[in-house]
T-cell receptor, first 116, second 118 residues
């Protein structure tokens, strides 16, 4: 298995532009998570999906952020319009949740977003 | 609600010295416990996990951790560190039972940066 695949690895964009981050989870995993990591705030959970359905988006900082999971093998995180304070590393993780709880997450390599 | 506390934000050690990274958790139910490692410019990788059974868990790269239920701790140890162990280490806890729509989600600590010096 190729693991969790995120694209792009790096994104530099101008303030006000739309940014779309992409994630392909591990085949067979039924949960997907989007995290943001910054020096100041550490690792923050933005949103997670169970069986393609958004379960908790309370970590999404503002309405400028939106996430979708149209099918089990693809998810996007969109920021529109982007602002310099959105600069961070964004991680996607997937997991298989069964009757006995979580067995841990597999993380992607992240997308380093810089908004100038 | 669960929480995870990593008591040290930074731990500097010399190469070949032993190291212990501390982690305490709080939870009202039984838990699974995890340690993840993040090398510079990479994602988080699973180092080891405790699900049940022996309280001493061995992971990759010579790391081990001991689950202590009475002290609600899951400290990570290595008897002799290498320069290549320089990374950030995250402790995480997951509840064992289904609770509403949040079955088994991981709660991460704020991380401990291990810096190994020659």
């Amino acid at each position: 298995d190729a693991g969790v695949i995120q694209s792009p690895r790096h994104e530099v964009t101008e303030m006000g532009q739309e940014v779309t981050l992409r994630c392909k989870p591990i085949s067979g995993h039924n949960s997907l998570f989007w995290y943001r990591q910054t020096m100041m705030r550490g690792l923050e959970l933005l949103i997670y999906f169970n069986n393609n359905v958004p379960i908790d988006d309370s970590g999404m900082p503002e309405d400028r952020f939106s996430a979708k999971m149209p099918n089990a093998s693809f998810s996007t995180l969109k920021i529109q319009p982007s602002e310099p304070r959105d600069s961070a590393v964004y991680f996607c993780a997937s997991s298989l949740k069964g009757g006995q709880g979580s067995w841990g997450y597999t993380f992607g390599s992240g997308t380093r977003l810089t908004v100038v | 609600a669960q929480s995870v506390t990593q008591l040290d934000s930074q731990v500097p050690v010399f190469e070949e010295a032993p190291v212990e990274l501390r982690c305490n958790y709080s939870s009202s139910v039984s838990v699974y416990l995890f340690w993840y490692v993040q090398y510079p410019n990479q994602g988080l990788q699973l180092l080891l996990k405790y699900l049940s059974g022996s309280t001493l868990v061995k992971g990759i790269n010579g790391f081990e951790a001991e689950f202590n239920k009475s002290q609600t701790s899951f400290h990570l140890r290595k008897p002799s560190v290498h320069i290549s162990d320089t990374a950030e280490y995250f402790c995480a806890v997951s509840d064992l039972f289904f609770v509403g729509g949040s079955q088994g989600n991981l709660i991460f600590g704020k991380g401990t940066k291990l810096s190994v010096k020659p």
